[in-house]
């Protein structure tokens, strides 16, 4: 019984030692000594001993038993020892390698002369406003003072969203003065920049979406050279200090008197050329004094209050200042021409 204690000792160890695995090295536990392992078999024997052979043979089984077990734990310990450094070697961070390059966006730069005008505006004192682009009719047309066969309200015209007419893609911009005096009430100064809808075919000047930066001023006391004043100040800074502005009186339903606002071609001179289509001249807004149906429409005393609005395109005013010659550029995202500005 002895040498069969050795051997199986002997044949357990290095059975331990070759497992590379958790569960082989399980397979050997169960072998030796499990239930029906072979360490088991031989101590099922014992009762064949004479009572002087007991005491030794068990003492030796169990130094089998424990040198066993010891090895078993010990291989077990080696082979968790193992994995865990073949997956830290495989997750290893090499930190010298030159990072990926992310792609970072580009300003638009019909964006970038919208930033230039609200810094202008914000100078002076105004607030920028936002508002919906889907919009009632009351307030892109009625409360604007737009008689109900106004031609702008046609549907050949306007992007009408209900079958009554009540509700709208906006056509302008305009309708965020009634927004902003029935918000805010008086005395006010604000810009609000926006997409406006009109049913346009797509050309080089035209795009049934485009962009328009409306401005209200109301106050006590506030009359045509205050908006003469203002607009000649705002068309320096974006144009030059060397602008000439031409006032030219014109007709919106919302404002009485209403005029636009040309800027003398900065490329001839006034002489006419190809820019400003011979006319020596360029139209850069509208704008006029805040007609007295329209701020009592609002709730404000047109004895006591006067205001005055104005409009201007931002594609025209980008197209004008990075020279570009077609408005479709500003909306196809071709990064061959934003990457340009
Ligand atoms: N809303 C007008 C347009 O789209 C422009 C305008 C705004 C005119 C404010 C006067 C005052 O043509």
Request: glycine residues 8%.
């Amino acid at each position: 019984m002895k040498e069969q204690l050795e051997a199986i000792r002997a044949l357990a160890l290095s059975a331990i030692s070759g497992a590379e695995t958790g569960s082989a090295l399980e397979a050997v536990r169960v072998q030796y000594l499990g239930k029906k392992g072979e360490l088991t078999a031989v101590l099922k024997q014992m009762g064949s001993l004479t009572p002087q052979e007991r005491p030794v043979m068990g003492q030796l089984a169990n130094e089998v038993r424990s040198a066993v077990e010891t090895a078993l734990e010990a291989q077990a310990a080696r082979l968790a020892e193992k994995a865990l450094a073949e997956k830290l070697a495989g997750e290893t961070l090499d930190v010298t390698i030159p990072g990926k390059k992310c792609q970072v966006g580009h300003k638009h730069p019909m964006y970038t002369v919208l930033d230039e005008i609200k810094e202008i505006f914000i100078n002076m004192g105004f607030e920028i406003m936002d508002g919906p682009e889907i919009e009632q009719a009351d307030y892109n047309f009625t409360k604007l003072n737009a008689p109900e066969n106004h031609p702008s309200r046609d549907w050949t015209d306007t992007f009408y969203l209900t079958e009554d007419s009540s509700i709208l893609l906006r056509s302008q911009t305009s309708p965020m003065q009634i927004r902003a005096m029935e918000t805010y009430g008086v005395p006010i100064r604000m810009i609000s920049p926006g997409r406006v809808y009109r049913k346009d075919e797509v050309d080089a000047t035209h795009s049934p979406m485009f962009h328009q930066i409306e401005g209200l001023v109301v106050d006590k006391g506030i009359t045509m050279a205050d908006l003469k004043g203002t607009l000649n100040a705002v068309i320096r800074e974006i144009y030059g200090p060397n602008t000439v502005t031409r006032f030219r009186p014109h007709h919106f339903p919302f404002t009485e008197p209403s005029c636009e606002v040309d800027i003398q071609c900065h490329k001839c001179g006034g002489a006419g050329c190809p820019t400003c289509k011979g006319e020596g001249w360029i139209e850069v807004l509208g704008a006029g004094m805040v007609h007295p149906k329209v701020l009592r429409g609002c709730g404000i005393d047109p004895e006591v209050y006067s205001g005055f609005a104005f409009g201007m395109g931002l594609e025209r005013l980008a197209m004008g200042q990075f020279k570009i010659s077609d408005l479709r550029l500003i909306f196809e995202n071709d990064a061959r021409f934003l990457e340009q500005f």
